[in-house]
Antibody, heavy 119, light 108 residues
Framework: EVQLVESGGGLVQPGGSLRLSCAAS????????MHWVRQSPGQGLVWVSR????????KYADSVKGRLAISRDNAKKTLDLQINSLRAEDTAVYYC????????????WGKGTTVTVSS | SYVLTQPPSVSVAPGQTARISCGED??????VHWYQQKPGQAPVVVVF???DRPSGIPERFSGSNSGNTATLTINRVEAGDEADYYC???????????FGGGTKLAVL
């Protein structure tokens, strides 16, 4: 079964850091570009970051550039997102998603991990 | 930056047709994807590349894209279709993935 499972969320104080992880299974992870998408409480989906299949190219939303770092380990089939200088507005459910091969949509999503930034 | 405009809500009676729009200048030149999200669940793609339907998605779901508007059409709406729907594109100029603000579909 094709599956993505996120972990690493939790309650963090403003200014802190957090590393989210996404474990992939059921498909050849190294063949696919991967994304992080977040959703603040009661709000819509917001694209955060994307990384190429070999990890060589990363792209970030303008709103988070400089504070986030996406990475992957194809041997371990994991995708990570490092978030620094956390702010209240980073409070959200963070989803990892697979980009469908040959198009630009996201065909497989994890259930998400929740990050809460609060003192 | 590229902004996709969706109506906040659409209401339709069971058995009728729901149409959800996604607007932006010259969106017809881009590939538009549509996601369904039910409360507490992750999004699921229901239409990709303007009008393609993933396996397992009912034929009642279809998409079109031309000019400044893309449209998700749901025929013979059922109570189970009640959800939030999001359009999404990849903006080549900025190399960013963009979601619309979402539309809440209410089945009366």
């Amino acid at each position: 079964e094709v599956q993505l499972v996120e972990s690493g969320g939790g309650l963090v104080q403003p200014g802190g850091s957090l590393r989210l992880s996404c474990a992939a299974s059921g498909f050849t992870f190294s063949d696919y570009w991967m994304h992080w998408v977040r959703q603040s409480p009661g709000q819509g989906l917001v694209w955060v970051s994307r990384i190429s299949s070999d990890g060589g190219t990363a792209k970030y939303a303008d709103s988070v550039k400089g504070r986030l770092a996406i990475s992957r380990d194809n041997a371990k089939k994991t995708l990570d997102l490092q978030i620094n200088s956390l702010r209240a507005e980073d409070t959200a459910v963070y989803y990892c998603a697979r980009e469908r091969w040959g198009t630009t949509d996201m065909d497989v999503w994890g259930k998400g991990t929740t990050v809460t930034v609060s003192s | 930056s590229y902004v996709l405009t969706q109506p906040p809500s659409v209401s339709v009676a069971p058995g009728q047709t729901a149409r959800i729009s996604c607007g932006e200048d010259n969106i017809g030149s881009k590939s538009v994807h549509w996601y369904q999200q039910k409360p507490g669940q992750a999004p699921v793609v229901v239409v990709f590349a303007d009008s393609d339907r993933p396996s397992g998605i009912p034929e009642r779901f279809s998409g079109s894209n031309s000019g400044n508007t893309a449209t998700l059409t749901i025929n013979r709406v059922e109570a189970g279709d009640e959800a939030d729907y999001y359009c999404q594109v990849w903006d080549r100029d900025s190399d960013q993935w963009v979601f619309g603000g979402g539309t809440k579909l209410a089945v009366l």
